[in-house]
């Protein structure tokens, strides 16, 4: 397929509205909300995160909205499911 991109962010070392601002015009960006924020944050926060980072992103391209990894039980379900409804908003806009 040819295709380049870089998945897994962490907050703490380079969040992924950094990354896509510096290498978004070469490689994809995937994922990218860390797994910490998804597993305290409250999911309206996750949810409010999710948008600003598709509107960040979606008239640029070479974005994939997801976590910074899989999704383990440990991430309350109420919060994934707002960064899912957040993309599912979103793309309704």
Same mark, same amino acid.
């Given at each position: 397929?040819? /295709?380049?991109?870089? =998945?897994?962010f962490? %907050?703490?070392?380079?969040p992924?509205?950094e990354a @896509? %601002? *510096? *290498? =978004?015009e070469r +490689?994809?960006?995937?994922g990218? +909300? %860390?797994?910490?924020? /998804? &597993?305290?944050?409250t999911?309206?926060?996750v949810y409010?995160r &999710? +948008?600003?980072?598709l509107e960040?992103?979606s =008239?640029?391209?070479g @974005? &994939?909205l997801?976590?910074g990894n ?5 991430i ?5 499911? !707002?960064?899912?409804r !957040? &993309?599912s908003?979103f793309?309704s /806009?």
């Amino acid at each position: 397929m040819k /295709l380049d991109g870089k =998945h897994s962010f962490e %907050d703490g070392i380079y969040p992924v509205e950094e990354a @896509f %601002d *510096w *290498w =978004h015009e070469r +490689i994809a960006i995937m994922g990218g +909300i %860390d797994m910490d924020f /998804l &597993a305290r944050k409250t999911p309206g926060k996750v949810y409010q995160r &999710a +948008i600003k980072l598709l509107e960040q992103t979606s =008239h640029k391209g070479g @974005f &994939a909205l997801g976590s910074g990894n899989s999704i383990p039980e440990f991430i309350p379900m109420e919060n994934y499911m !707002a960064m899912l409804r !957040a &993309a599912s908003d979103f793309n309704s /806009l």
